[in-house]
């Protein structure tokens, strides 16, 4: 397994694991959303499950290297 593929597995499991926040709404007929990490990639789906489903393979493709340049949030601590 190579580096890269052991941090991305690593990261999954720990998502998986702790779950993740994401923003979600209804639109019509469809739910939209995103990760909370990642507010540049939206998905979306007919139904919240489709959604919830959505957003992981999302995680998965921002976290695996799929995405390149992905720009996410992060909180800075200050003194």
Do not use: C, K
């Not at 990642?38 to 139904?47: K, S």
Request: hydrophobic share 35%; charged share 25%.
């Amino acid at each position: 397994m190579s580096l890269q593929a052991d941090i991305h597995s690593r990261i999954l499991a720990n998502a998986m694991e702790n779950g993740i926040r994401y923003i979600y709404w209804q639109h019509d007929d469809m739910w939209l959303g995103y990760l909370e990490e990642f507010p540049d990639y939206w998905t979306q789906g007919e139904t919240l499950e489709e959604l919830q489903d959505n957003l992981r393979d999302l995680h998965s493709d921002v976290t695996g290297g799929e995405i390149p340049n992905v720009r996410r949030v992060a909180e800075l601590q200050l003194p």
